[in-house]
């Protein structure tokens, strides 16, 4: 058994994307908002236009904590699991989970990158591990 996110059609095509590889999210038509979790109103100038767009991926770690004890059985080989807090380059904060680093490793500002892992063949969710600092001349 796995965790699954419920039908709602607001969230639909975002799950859709992650399925097919994909980080989209909403951003508004009229100012260029981006917005997560999806919603069917701007926050910013309240238009109702919206689009589905591509991210790059790229995030900074903006905090985390350590799950020690298991909620749901479907966790259970993953204990302890980091659960973390990241900006990402468009401007959203989303909560996802870190791989390919021990938390004790972890950096506040740290770089990391979306890495979409497939749970089965129409599910999927988005990790993010770390990503190298690039200089800038
Ligand atoms: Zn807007």
Request: with cysteine; net charge neutral; aromatic share 8%.
């Amino acid at each position: 058994m796995s965790i699954r996110p419920n039908d709602e059609i607001l969230q639909e095509p975002f799950w859709k994307a992650l399925a097919q590889g994909q980080l989209r999210m909403q951003r508004c038509c009229e100012c260029g908002t981006f917005r997560h979790p999806p919603s069917p109103i701007c926050h910013k100038c309240a238009s109702f236009e919206m689009e589905w767009t591509p991210l790059g991926g790229g995030a900074r770690l903006y905090s985390f904590t350590v799950a020690r004890h298991s909620v749901h059985t479907s966790l259970d080989a993953k204990m302890p699991y980091v659960i973390a807090l990241v900006d990402l380059d468009e401007g959203v904060r989303m909560v996802s989970s870190i791989s390919g680093i021990a938390a004790s490793d972890l950096r506040i500002g740290m770089r990391l990158k979306c890495s979409i892992e497939k749970v089965s063949a129409d599910f999927a969710l988005p990790y993010f591990v770390p990503e190298p600092e690039t200089k800038t001349p």
